[in-house]
């Protein structure tokens, strides 16, 4: 009976020892590697931090370990991983959008996301994104929502370029003011659109679509509008 298990107990510990064998074997290595979803990440850099040699397993992958590194880029906002068996490994990049600027000292950008947060610091805007005015802050964390001394503005206005890059408008806007979080001014070329406070703020949005949809020569035209609650007044004339 003894014999009988032991080499019951063999023949299992000899499966188990082939099965291990295979899987760590080179059938497994990884032999391509697909990325997608990245843009102002360097494919290059994606693949260094991911870490992947000629003889990396993709069973044994550690996914982890590889996503915080790939996320110390401030642009990631997140990865994901998929395995094909049996040697193909897929890398889904979300990157954060840049979405505002905000001048620390004269030359001197902060790159924010579309939550506020962040990415980078440069001397120079390298994109058309609107410059926030009117934020008081004294400190600032890189990979960190921006502190202001009023969070009530700056969410305000982070809201409205969400919005307007919503309606494919952020690119047009040069300037955002919030020194005034009940008179929000919003650039866009030569015309300025006062639209308050957060309030009805998707309408207003709606309203300056609508209005630059309806300007004969919108490039060519400067003015105002005050927009409240969808309701507007403006005055627009074509630039001498």
Known sequence: MNDKRFRIAA???IAVLVVILFLVSPFFSIEETVIVGYNRVDRAEILA????????NLLFF????????VMENLYVGDVIF??????????TIHERRLTAYVEHMPGSFLFLDDQGRVLAVSTHKTESFPVLEGLDF???RLGQILEVSDNVSFASVVHYAQLLNLH???????HMN??????IRIMIGYKEFNVGDIAGADEKVRTIVQILEELPNAELMRGFATIRHNQSEHFFEILQ
């Open 82 to 91: 998929e395995r094909e068996l049996p040697r193909r490994l897929y890398v």
């Open 138 to 140: 004294t400190r600032f």
């Open 62 to 69: 550690n996914t982890n370990a590889a996503r915080r590194r």
């Open 178 to 183: 919030v020194s005034d979080p009940e008179n």
């Open 168 to 174: 494919d408008l952020i690119h047009r806007v040069s």
């Open 49 to 56: 931090q991911l870490n992947i040699g000629s003889t990396t």
């Open 11 to 13: 023949g299992i510990g």
